[in-house]
């Protein structure tokens, strides 16, 4: 069966540096829903400035868990092998399916009421 994965074939196993970045930026997250959510802490600034921390901090340390054992440049890990990436029919199907799908949306939804304020292809479309 071919895999047209962008990513890969199998699934990453994580060591004990990404669970720990998962876990900081996790908590991050969720200080950040509990907030949105309605909750009021007493002390907004000084807990945007933890989360936020969190989440940072978090992302930092999964990505040298990820990164630190490898050696340095592009891992691009024979993406230009595969047919989603290497100009190959699935990948023109895609490139033209999306330019497509942007161009439509691109001149219908400018034409409504409510966009014709705020769609920036709107005033691209109408500039002289």
Known sequence: M???SIGGPKAQKLNVIQKIG???SGIGIGVLLVAWAGQNFNQ???MLTLTLSALLVGILVYT???YANQSAGIKNDGV???SLTNKGVIGWISGVVLTLFYVYFC???PY???MK???PCYWLSTAN
Request: zero cysteines.
């Open 2 to 4: 071919t895999n047209y």
């Open 22 to 24: 998962l876990i900081l």
């Open 44 to 46: 907004n600034g000084l």
């Open 64 to 66: 040298y868990g990820t």
């Open 80 to 82: 230009f092998f595969r």
């Open 107 to 109: 001149l219908k939804i």
């Open 112 to 114: 409504l009421i409510y």
């Open 117 to 119: 304020v705020y769609h």
